[in-house]
């Protein structure tokens, strides 16, 4: 689009040179005006985007450590709750790998959060289980405490993926940047002045606008949220439990 707004204003300005000296001071002051208000819009627009990626990723890495924490301090609860537990924190943790693979609210994502909920019930009825048969134990306590911060992470880190930049701004951006490149390339053509630069800076613009949109959808293209603290925990879960189930002691 921003190419093809280039080349049409080129078209037009060379359509109309023989009226360069009425119409190239007022071309001339549109576009400039206009390309520094495309310039702020596109600024703002890569802002946008960049923050909420950054969210992602910081999601991501919260929602890595809660499990993280579960895990462990799961490995604290009696049998055999401790080992449906760890069982089911593994699955978990593979599910809160996928669902970065998939575009917000598409039915994928929708599977894998209906799926996340489920193991979360299934590991707050043990947890519940572990606290009425020990109300006194502080293993089962805690426990309870770091699954609920694990629920509360999850819900953010869906809520950062879906938190996007409005269609209207991408699309605000998309038109003016069309509409301002096309009158700089109708007003170069109408003084007679190369095309070579509006062409780089159509090219520019059009990658800028690429790569803001990849930051803001990045599971649609090559720009991606790095699941790494979520691979190596779930790789870490595959090793034997570093805390021995605790010992049953006779009443």
């Known amino acids: 689009m921003i190419l093809g707004a280039t ?18 001071e007022p071309f001339g002051v549109l576009q400039a005006a206009l390309l520094g208000v495309v310039g702020l819009i596109l600024a703002f627009g890569l802002s946008l985007s960049l923050s909420r990626y950054e969210d992602r990723r910081a999601a991501i890495v919260t929602e890595a450590n809660a499990i993280g924490t579960t895990y462990l301090r799961a490995q604290t609860l009696p049998e055999p709750i401790r080992r449906r ?11 809160a790998i996928t669902i970065s693979q998939y575009p917000p609210d ?23 289980g572990s606290l009425d048969a020990a109300p006194l134990a502080s293993a089962p306590r805690l426990y309870v405490q770091t699954l609920n911060e694990m629920i509360d992470a999850q819900a953010s880190r869906i809520a950062a993926l879906n938190n996007q930049v409005p269609d209207p701004v991408l699309l605000l951006e998309i038109l003016g940047a069309c509409l301002a490149l096309g009158l700089l390339a109708a007003y170069l053509a109408l003084v007679g002045r190369g095309l070579a630069g509006v062409l780089l800076a159509a090219v520019l613009v059009a990658f800028l606008l690429f790569v803001t949109s990849e930051l803001d ?8 949220i790095p699941n790494t603290v979520l691979t190596d925990l779930y790789e870490s879960m595959q090793e034997p439990p570093a805390a021995a189930a605790p010992r049953q002691t006779e009443g």
Do not use: C, F, K, M
């Not at 204003?9 to 190239?24: D, E, N």
């Not at 959808?217 to 991606?224: A, D, M, N, Q, W």
């Open 7 to 24: 080349a049409l204003g080129a078209l037009i300005g060379r359509r109309v040179s023989h009226l360069s000296a009425s119409l190239s």
């Open 217 to 224: 959808r990045p599971t649609r293209g090559p720009i991606e």
């Open 85 to 95: 537990s760890l069982r089911l924190l593994g699955t978990y943790t593979r599910s």
């Open 106 to 128: 598409s039915a994928e994502e929708s599977v894998v959060i209906a799926n996340e909920d489920r193991l979360q019930r299934r590991l707050w009825s043990l947890a519940g």
